[in-house]
């Protein structure tokens, strides 16, 4: 089985929670805001051993939040018919662009995000201009979709597109350029369900969007709606 959840943002107790329901074979996925790679302490480090050996595997896309520097020093090895970064035993981050098979469902991933406040953060210690996809990973993206016939089982991003951002806050805002590739990218795929994190809900938008925070849903079963609700926002 896999399962999703959405921005831990390094909260350890709610990634225990979220791996309780795993077996050895099962996947957890988180959409983007994974926080557990920030520092590179020893004491991170041990963590990372720790959480690579955990129950199921563990994988996470990249949202606005990672020190992006870090991330770039693990290895990219093949992974479920994908490129990924190992950081464990069982512990892989999802690479912008990639399409993976697990457990015979393809899944287009796309990290990336943009903090509201980097005014507030400082370069290379809590921000990295990195946080926003390039042309290179829409590329790998758009050549991922084309390699699958443009179409796919689920879509997972952290940024959800800008038609459904503005949808969901009820602000317009400038769009960025990965929510306009995303807003393409739902108008060019053929897809059953596209989840994202980001916006700090649990709520279903219709039988083909959803957004995740802190439920943690299996995959391939469609989403009760009443079961959503606003999040309490961090």
Not at 3 to 11: E, K, R
Not at 46 to 60: A, Q
Not at 180 to 206: K, M, P, S, T
Request: glycine letters at 10%; aromatic letters at 10%.
């Amino acid at each position: 089985m896999i399962y999703l959840t959405a921005d831990l943002h390094g909260d350890l107790d709610r990634l225990q929670q979220a791996r309780k329901p795993l077996r050895r074979h099962d996947s957890l996925i988180v959409l983007g805001d994974f926080g557990f790679i920030w520092n590179g302490s020893k004491a991170e480090q041990k963590l990372l051993r720790r959480l690579g050996k955990g129950k199921g595997t563990l994988l996470f896309l990249d949202g606005a939040h990672e020190n992006f520097d870090l991330l770039a020093e693990y290895p990219v090895v093949e992974f479920a018919g994908g490129q990924a970064r190992k950081l464990g035993e069982r512990l892989y981050q999802l690479l912008r662009g990639e399409c993976y098979t697990i457990e015979g469902r393809r899944l287009l991933c796309m990290g990336g995000g943009e903090s509201a406040d980097t005014a507030d953060r400082q370069q290379g210690v809590s921000w990295w201009p990195q946080e926003l996809p390039d042309e290179a990973d829409f590329a790998r993206c758009r050549a991922s979709l084309a390699a699958n016939e443009g179409r796919v089982d689920y879509i997972l991003t952290h940024t959800p597109p800008y038609r459904l951002r503005r949808f969901l806050v009820g602000e317009e805002g400038e769009i960025n350029r990965l929510e306009a590739f995303l807003d393409e990218l739902a108008d060019e795929a053929d897809y059953r369900c596209w989840y994202f994190g980001q916006l700090h809900l649990d709520r279903a938008i219709g039988p083909r969007a959803v957004a995740v925070y802190r439920k943690v849903l299996p995959l391939w079963v469609p989403p009760k709606k009443k079961l959503f609700h606003r999040s309490e926002q961090k």
